[in-house]
């Protein structure tokens, strides 16, 4: 299989170099095992899906803990939550940067079994799907240019002819069915959909109703970049509002759904409006939906959908990299009016259209405008990313219309 660089390696070793514990979480057949075991060849590695080792973590979790090696990466450690009180107590005897590098393809800080936070101790990374960047084995530079208001600096440079977006949206950043033809990719999908929910999701919550569980992300990709109404969704498969909750919290869990919480001017007002949902990968979205790559002009809509999330998982991605930590969140107002993406950085606030048109009407960036004209003073500027091969100038002060590929290419190489 082909090896992908992947861009928050520095991150890590500097974590490494001053925390006692680093944990790095993902969704599975992301590439954190191949990722942890090239950052150091000295370090012992053990995996809690060997059953050996997992039996015997759970038998004697500080037993455990007191045999291991001193620096020691802890595959999947979801699988035995109780290790997390034995590290703490180690790591109280010796706080010594490095010595616990830890990966879980479930978020087992949250999870109901996990008693202790190690707060104070941990640093938590999280590693997102491989990147269209990170394919190309290109450092991306859109989001640090846009917050930083150089795209106009950018625009002069000469465009390549733009292709294969659906290609990308249908592969998605899982490395293994990047190496596959379409057909075997769709087939891979299938499968790892299948054994997450019958293996993960019965480690993590001791969850037994599968076919409800894979009827909800069915539903899920269908909709997925919509406004998330619970409701709707529990009268569609004749569930309880109480139980869709439940197992959307669980799919997050598993890092297979996120949640995009809603912007508003007033900090207070954000936690009562309704988010919206994407899946954190479009392969699997578009497996999902039956989509493939030729259905790019016939299913306009649905592949519209899927290309918003594709952006927003850029993104947030990119956003992993960065020195300063960004919010994310969209914009919806009472007219209907939306921005998709709202990024912030300290107050400063930045919007993010995405459209799968090639071309921009007169009407294009509307929702940039209302929400530059919401935010006031803290608006920045903004971006509409589109399918189309120039880069132009929008009516709203710093905001621009560019091509898709901004978000892996660098102005260098265009």
């Not at 491989?130 to 989001?143: G, M, N, R, S, V």
């Not at 037994?208 to 569980?213: E, F, G, H, T, V």
């Not at 969704?233 to 139980?243: D, G, H, P, W």
């Amino acid at each position: 299989m082909a090896f992908y660089p992947r861009f928050l390696r520095s991150a890590i070793a500097v974590a490494l170099s001053d925390t006692p514990v680093v944990c790095l979480l993902g969704p599975r057949q992301t590439g954190k095992t191949t990722l942890c075991r090239t950052l150091s060849a000295d370090r012992a590695y053990f995996t809690l899906d060997d059953h050996t080792t997992y039996v015997a973590a759970c038998k004697d979790p500080t037993g455990f803990i007191q045999s291991l090696p001193y620096q020691v990466t802890l595959d999947e450690v979801q699988r035995a939550p109780e290790l997390l009180f034995a590290i703490k107590m180690a790591v109280d005897r010796d706080r010594s940067p490095g010595r616990f590098l830890l990966t879980g393809s479930a978020n087992l800080l949250l999870l109901p079994r996990v008693q202790e936070s190690l707060a104070g101790r941990i640093e938590i990374l999280h590693l997102h799907p491989l990147t269209e960047a990170e394919k190309e084995q290109q450092f991306p530079h859109f989001l640090t240019r846009l917050l930083d208001q150089q795209l106009a600096a950018d625009m002069q440079q000469t465009q390549q002819a733009l292709s294969g977006i659906a290609e990308r949206l249908c592969q998605g950043g899982y490395p293994e069915p990047n190496t596959r033809k379409p057909h075997r990719a769709r087939q891979w999908f299938a499968q790892y959909l299948q054994t997450i929910i019958r293996n993960d999701a019965r480690d993590v919550a001791n969850f037994r109703a599968q076919d409800d569980l894979y009827n909800l992300m069915q539903l899920l990709a269908l909709r997925t970049g919509c406004l998330l109404n619970t409701q709707h969704i529990a009268t569609e498969l004749k569930l309880s509002r109480e139980t869709v909750d439940k197992y959307i919290r669980l799919l997050e869990h598993l890092f297979l759904v996120c949640r995009l919480p809603a912007w508003h001017n007033n900090q207070a007002k954000r936690l009562i409006k309704t988010p919206k949902h994407h899946l954190v990968d479009s392969g699997l979205a578009a497996a999902l939906n039956r989509l493939k790559a030729e259905h790019w002009q016939p299913c306009s809509t649905q592949f519209g959908a899927l290309l918003e999330g594709f952006v927003i998982q850029q993104i947030r991605a990119q956003a992993t990299w960065l020195d300063e930590p960004v919010q994310l969140s969209h914009y919806r107002d009472k007219d209907q009016v939306e921005v998709d993406l709202v990024i912030e950085r300290g107050r400063d606030v930045y919007g993010v259209e995405i459209k799968k048109s090639a071309t921009i009407h007169d009407k294009s960036g509307a929702g940039l405008r209302r929400l530059a004209r919401q935010a006031g003073s803290r608006f920045q500027g903004g971006a509409l990313i589109y399918c189309g091969n120039n880069a132009i100038a929008l009516d709203v002060p710093h905001c621009f219309a560019i091509p898709i590929d901004w978000l892996w290419r660098n102005p260098e190489s265009r």
